[in-house]
């Protein structure tokens, strides 16, 4: 592969070169325009007030949807990508140094992060295939970055930000009415200075037993927005024992209900299973958003002991230094 050296020295050997595509393959073997059929509910983003009952559908069977019609400018996706691969097809080296004396922070073999950024492994193994950057959406218009391709990526991601955060909020909003609770104050369940985006590059691989691009997990989040707009296939859910492809499609965007959104509402909703696998022949990037509540954000829920936002990701994260992998939930379920 022509850019092995921008991969970090452990994900090297999973590439082969002879195996890439053109760039409209979106490396299943068919082309992008006979995709479009894809077994997950699709929510009109401009029409979400007048249907509730989609949304309502959606979250209590699917705890994942895609949405159209979501307002963000095409042009915006499209540059982000372009963007988020000159970022990856830096040298493995530059991309460490990168981050220097920035908010944002390089990773690879995990995206498991501790809140100021450091990789949190359990073991030397890098059981995840991937490497990618961790924007923390508040802290971006601090900084400037001396590496111009990372400046330009963020002042896309600071625009990029006030579009996601928007959507979180109106979708958050369209939930919460649907399970008529009364959240106080409901801002602090959708925090945004707790709010991260993470671009994610997969690398190709076509050997089967080579690994997961990310294993098997729920996300933490209340809501998770996730862009392929590469049409690069990866993204797979767990649904009744099945596991189904979450179809690349462009200017749609996957929104992603996280743990916490399925405790405030008493488990009616779902934190939907996911995995990435790595693509036969090309490599991935993706773009995902996270939205968190506040750090002392008590969660109430009839299915789970009350915590605060704050315990959640510390038992989280003490799960996965000491144990290897993520409970979740399951630590908090009342008797
Ligand atoms: O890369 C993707 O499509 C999904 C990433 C993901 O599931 C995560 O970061 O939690
Ligand atoms: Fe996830």
Same mark, same amino acid.
């Given at each position: 592969m022509k850019n092995l050296e921008s991969f970090p020295p452990s994900l090297r050997h999973l590439s082969e070169p002879s195996r890439a595509l053109s760039s409209?393959?979106?490396?299943?073997?068919?082309?992008?325009?006979?995709?479009?059929?894809d077994p997950l509910p699709v929510i009109d983003f401009e029409l979400l007030t007048n249907d509730k009952t989609k949304l309502e559908e959606a979250c209590k069977h699917w705890g994942i949807f895609r949405l159209v019609n979501h307002g963000i400018p095409s042009t915006l996706l499209t540059q982000l990508h372009n963007q988020?691969?000159?970022?990856?097809?830096?040298?493995?080296?530059?991309?460490?140094?990168?981050?220097?004396?920035?908010?944002?922070?390089?990773?690879s073999g995990t995206p498991a992060l501790t809140p100021s950024g450091t990789a949190l492994k359990s073991g030397s193994e890098d059981i995840n295939l991937l490497e990618g950057f961790n924007f923390p959406l508040t802290q971006l218009s601090q900084f400037q970055s001396q590496l111009p391709v990372l400046e330009s990526f963020r002042v896309l991601m600071v625009e990029y930000g006030k579009h996601l955060s928007?959507?979180?909020?109106?979708?958050?909003?369209?939930?919460? +009415?649907?399970?008529?609770?009364?959240?106080?104050?409901?801002?602090?369940?959708?925090?945004?200075?707790?709010?991260?985006?993470?671009?994610?590059?997969?690398?190709?691989?076509?050997?089967?037993?080579a690994g997961l691009g990310m294993e098997v997990h729920t996300d933490s989040s209340v809501l998770s927005i996730l862009n392929q707009q590469d049409q690069v296939t990866g993204l797979e859910i767990l649904k009744h024992h099945q596991w189904l492809t979450v179809k690349p499609i462009a200017n749609t965007l996957i929104?992603?209900?996280?743990?916490?959104?399925?405790?405030?509402?008493?488990? +009616?909703?779902?934190?939907?299973?996911?995995?990435? +696998?790595?693509?036969?022949?090309k490599e991935r990037i993706s773009i995902c958003y996270f939205v968190f509540p506040e750090e002392d954000t008590k969660i109430e829920s009839s299915k789970y002991r009350s915590f605060t936002y704050n315990e959640f990701r510390t038992q989280v994260q003490q799960d996965i230094k000491t144990i290897g992998h993520k409970v979740g939930l399951a630590r908090f379920k009342r008797p």
């Open positions: 409209n393959d979106n490396g299943i073997g068919k082309p992008v325009e006979e995709e479009y059929l988020a691969q000159q970022l990856f097809s830096l040298s493995y080296h530059s991309k460490q140094a990168s981050c220097n004396a920035t908010p944002v922070r390089y990773f928007g959507i979180a909020t109106t979708l958050f909003e369209g939930m919460v +009415k649907n399970l008529e609770l009364k959240l106080e104050p409901s801002g602090s369940y959708i925090a945004e200075n707790t709010g991260y985006v993470r671009v994610y590059r997969y690398p190709p691989c076509s050997n089967t037993d929104i992603n209900l996280g743990d916490i959104m399925q405790a405030i509402s008493d488990d +009616k909703y779902k934190s939907v299973a996911h995995k990435v +696998k790595l693509n036969n022949h």
